[in-house]
């Protein structure tokens, strides 16, 4: 499974960045630049970690000039973090996991705990009819 969206067009990019409950981290990238190659599967990585909790996503400077502009990019790769359509987060260059771990807690969605099995009915819930049965009858009057 991809855990890393390859954004194609610029109103995917404008949803995804504008998500008011979603954080999304963007990589400016292109084709031809090696540093960004090798960021793919640091991001793959944290991509399937958060999953759920931060999108992960790229966009390639190459094929959308006006997005790079409107957004400062000068060098790449750079990572930005954004937020409700804002940008939170900024860095530029190479980044290892254990650099960028740090920034997309900070800004990550909280994680969801397992729901808890439902606890063993007693003897005596068992006793008293404590099952569906039981409730139907209830609900009926009976």
């Known amino acids: 499974m991809k855990y890393v969206q ?3 067009a610029v ?3 404008q ?4 998500d008011p409950e979603m954080p999304a981290l963007v ?6 630049c090696a540093p960004c190659k090798a960021m793919a599967p ?3 990585r944290l991509g399937r970690e958060y999953d759920g909790r931060i999108v992960v996503a790229k ?5 959308f000039p006006e997005i790079r502009n409107r957004h400062g990019v000068q060098s790449i790769p750079t990572l930005m973090l954004f ?3 804002k940008p939170a987060m900024r860095l530029s260059g190479f980044q290892s996991e254990a650099a960028l771990r740090p ?11 397992p729901e808890p099995p439902p606890a063993p009915r007693s003897q005596e819930e068992r006793a008293a009819g404590g099952g569906f049965r039981a409730g139907l009858k209830r609900l009926l009057g009976g």
Request: glycine share 6%; aromatic share 14%.
């Open 6 to 8: 390859d954004l194609s």
């Open 11 to 13: 109103a995917q990019f």
């Open 15 to 18: 949803a995804v960045i504008a």
């Open 27 to 32: 990589d400016f990238w292109a084709d031809w």
């Open 42 to 44: 640091v991001l793959e």
């Open 59 to 63: 966009l390639n400077v190459d094929e």
């Open 83 to 85: 937020k409700g359509g």
């Open 103 to 113: 920034y997309l807690e900070r800004h990550a969605l909280p994680e969801r705990l």
